[in-house]
């Protein structure tokens, strides 16, 4: 059995990947070459998903209206002794399965099993917006009043999203990408579009 065990440097990029459920890792291998290979979505513990920032605001770490990504990542830089305790405090663990990454530009897998468009794609709860739903938004940037008004398609779900007017936003990838999404706890409006 070929065996091989990936290291992150930073167990918060192992946190982000637990969150969001795929990701891409670039793999130095013992040549000096670096492989790239996305990592999706395989399972998880079946323990319940408790959000690290919920966490640091029961510990009066932070304020609620603190709590964003960026946020986080600062009070762990700030408590490095702590950071293990911040991850202990999330019981579910994600399981994944490594894919090729044979085009950069294609997004990973939603749960509706089609690749995922930055800026069109959303994670909705499916026992509210079926898969496949296009869904007009109205809400704004993070921010700031940037509107954010726009088609998306319904492609994607996550433990976190959970009722009928509750959507996550799919950014894309990159650093751009992971600072947006860290930000984003907007009000939305959302219409879901359905034939007559």
């Known amino acids: ?3 091989r065990r990936e290291v992150l440097e930073d167990p918060l990029d192992a946190l982000v990947l637990h969150i969001q459920g795929s990701g891409r890792l670039s793999i130095r291998q013992a040549d000096g070459s670096v492989q790239r290979v996305r990592v ?3 399972g998880h513990n079946d323990q319940p998903y408790k959000s690290v920032g919920r966490w640091l605001i029961e510990q009066g ?3 609620p209206e603190q ?3 960026p ?3 600062a009070w762990a830089r700030a408590n490095p002794k702590r950071v293990n305790e911040l991850l202990w405090s999330n019981p579910r663990y994600v399981f994944f399965r490594e894919e090729p990454l044979p085009d950069p530009t294609v997004g990973p897998k939603g749960a509706q099993a089609v690749p995922l468009t930055p800026g069109r794609s959303i994670a909705v ?3 509210s917006v079926p898969y496949g739903t296009p869904v007009w938004l109205d809400t704004t940037e993070p921010l700031s009043s940037t509107p954010l008004r726009r088609l998306v398609m319904a492609q994607d779900t996550g ?3 959970t009722g009928a007017v509750r959507a996550d936003y799919f950014w894309g990838w990159g650093d751009d990408a992971e600072a947006q999404a860290g930000r984003m706890k907007q009000p939305l409006r959302m219409w879901v579009l359905w034939p007559r």
């Open 40 to 42: 999706a979505y395989a």
């Open 67 to 69: 709590a964003s990504w």
């Open 159 to 161: 433990s976190a999203i």
């Open 61 to 63: 770490e932070l304020k």
């Open 71 to 73: 946020a986080i990542k």
């Open 125 to 127: 709860d499916p026992q």
């Open 1 to 3: 059995v070929d065996e």
